[in-house]
């Protein structure tokens, strides 16, 4: 999700767009050629998310912190939308506090830190520690979800029954306007 170990100088990526938008910029040299950077008001209509909570994310630490242009602009990657949608989706459709969210993160940070040590150090006892230290933060944030989904079944569960309570009182109301007309119609046939 969010890449802490990629160089600062580096932060660019292919622009998706064919044309440049007036809120994205060229990377500053040094950069890839084909690099874009979107600026803050971009990227906020591009998640969904203000601009406040753009800034309170990278506070938390739950984004990198935004490299600034020369008119010190926060600018952000593909990347970086890509990361700010993942949590936008673990917030908004799992229901995660912003906590778990960062629990979140830093296990994906643990597993990528595991990856890159699988792929430098091909010896096979860095490779089992790698494969285990994967294993632990996946079986951790499976942990985290799971622990949601109990609850959410737990509030299904619980409106579950409340529809059938409501169904069962509709049931009870409507003998019980049934019963006065059967009466009624009784009553004047005698």
């Known amino acids: 999700m969010v890449r802490r170990d990629v160089e600062r100088d580096s932060r660019g990526v292919v622009d998706t ?12 040299s ?7 950077y979107m600026r803050i008001d971009e990227v906020s209509k591009r998640t969904g ?5 753009l800034r309170y994310y990278e506070e938390l630490g739950l984004l990198e912190e935004a490299q ?12 970086d939308v890509n990361a700010l949608q ?10 995660l506090e912003l906590s778990e969210i960062r629990e979140i ?19 096979p006892a860095s490779r089992l520690s790698a494969i285990a230290d994967a294993e632990h ?15 959410l079944e737990r509030m299904g569960q619980s409106l579950r029954e409340r529809l059938a309570t409501y169904d069962r009182l509709r049931a009870e109301i409507a003998s019980q306007i049934a019963q006065p007309e059967e009466s009624v119609g009784k009553q004047s046939g005698d």
């Open 105 to 123: 993160v830093g296990y994906e940070l643990e597993r990528e830190q595991a990856r890159a040590r699988w792929r430098h150090d091909a010896t």
């Open 17 to 28: 767009h064919p044309k440049e938008s007036e809120h994205e910029q060229k990377p500053q």
């Open 137 to 151: 933060v996946t079986r951790e944030q499976l942990r985290l979800i799971e622990t949601r989904i109990e609850a």
């Open 86 to 95: 993942r949590i936008k989706e673990m917030r908004d459709l799992l229901g």
């Open 68 to 79: 600034r242009s020369e008119g010190n602009y926060r600018m952000y990657r593909v990347e």
């Open 49 to 53: 998310l203000s601009k406040r909570t």
């Open 30 to 36: 040094g950069d890839a050629p084909t690099a874009t």
